[in-house]
């Protein structure tokens, strides 16, 4: 059975970020996660990894087309 939830320390390998790194996304609301148990422990839904790690790669694809359009842009202005 595939775990609905995962502990920030699993985030942290999946990512390969600092566990300071992942609280910070969570702390931000960049990464929706629970707190849960009496020490407070955080969990991460699965689904909720895999839509930021969607999130990361559309802007990852909008900086890349940004970055494209101002180089095509440079080189025709410099002709």
């Known amino acids: 059975m595939l775990r609905r939830f ?9 990512l390969a970020i600092s566990s300071d790194q992942a609280y910070a996304l ?7 996660a629970i707190k849960v ?3 407070g422990q955080w969990r991460v839904e699965v689904s ?3 839509a930021y790690i ?3 790669y559309a802007q990852t694809r909008d900086l ?3 970055t494209r359009d101002e180089a095509d842009t440079s080189e025709t202005v410099d002709r």
Request: glycine share 10%; proline share 7%.
């Open 64 to 66: 890349v087309d940004e």
């Open 48 to 50: 909720e990894l895999e």
């Open 6 to 14: 995962i502990p920030l320390s699993e985030v942290c390998e999946v």
């Open 26 to 32: 969570v702390r931000t609301g960049d990464l929706p």
């Open 54 to 56: 969607e999130r990361m």
């Open 37 to 39: 148990g009496g020490r």
